[in-house]
């Protein structure tokens, strides 16, 4: 895995349903419109029986393809769907040389992990933490990107996520807000100063709510705001 020109950036959350979607599509659509050129890789993708999955929401805000390398169809972790469906998945760290291939052909590569930072993307336990030690032991660039939610509750979940992260010796790059409410309360504006403050991570970008339902258009054309 050497001779790589891009990096990979990680994206994870603190739980699901923080907005790791949107912020996936918002990051690929700022470096696409720095003039980068861009991948989005999806290792596991679950849910994918109706159709409505994180890839093709990725695919409807930005036109840019997304690998999709194991799918499985019900919406659960990855380690249990598999066990439902009674089938093998690969380990996760066998996905890197795939991934750092894609490094070699674009500027970025965004991976999009599922859920939180330690579910089992495999049935042997491996996270995207072991992705990375992969990805990193055959000298591509790589970081992470932890999404996380607004309001109540998400210091401690954040704070957990950065501990995990560098308790395998891995520096968070940067914080997203995955959806910042069209009414902040009290504690939603103080995360703003507290995220940052009790994780030593930078908050780059608070995603609005709702950004998802927005066209192809209106988000290429709103979502540099949401870096200011």
């Not at 929401?57 to 999709?68: K, M, P, S």
């Not at 049935?123 to 109540?152: E, K, N, Q, R």
């Amino acid at each position: 895995m050497s001779g790589t020109s891009g990096r990979v950036v990680i994206v994870t959350g603190t739980n699901t349903g923080v907005g790791k979607t949107v912020a996936t599509a918002t990051l690929a659509a700022r470096a696409r419109t720095n003039g980068e050129k861009v991948a989005v890789v999806k290792p596991v993708q679950t849910g994918t029986a109706d159709g409505d999955c994180d890839a093709a929401e990725i695919r409807r805000l930005t036109g840019i393809e997304v690998h999709e390398l194991t799918t499985l169809e019900e919406p659960l972790a990855p380690d249990t769907a598999a066990r439902r469906a009674g089938v093998e998945i690969p380990p996760v760290a066998a996905y890197a040389p795939t991934i750092s291939t894609l490094t070699s052909e674009n500027d970025l590569v965004l991976v999009e992990g599922a859920g939180g930072l330690l579910v089992r993307l495999d049935t042997d336990g491996g996270t995207l933490l072991d992705l990375a030690d992969a990805l990193l032991a055959g000298g591509v660039p790589t970081s992470f990107v932890v999404v996380t939610a607004a309001g109540l509750g998400t210091l401690n979940h954040t704070e957990l996520t950065v501990a995990a992260l560098r308790g395998r010796g891995i520096e968070p790059g940067a914080l997203v807000i995955g959806s910042w409410p069209s009414e902040p309360g009290l504690a939603e504006t103080c995360s703003l100063d507290d995220l940052p403050r009790v994780t030593g991570v930078p908050l780059i970008a608070s995603i609005p709510a709702g950004a998802g339902s927005l066209t192809r258009e209106e988000f290429t054309e709103q979502s540099p705001i949401w870096f200011e």
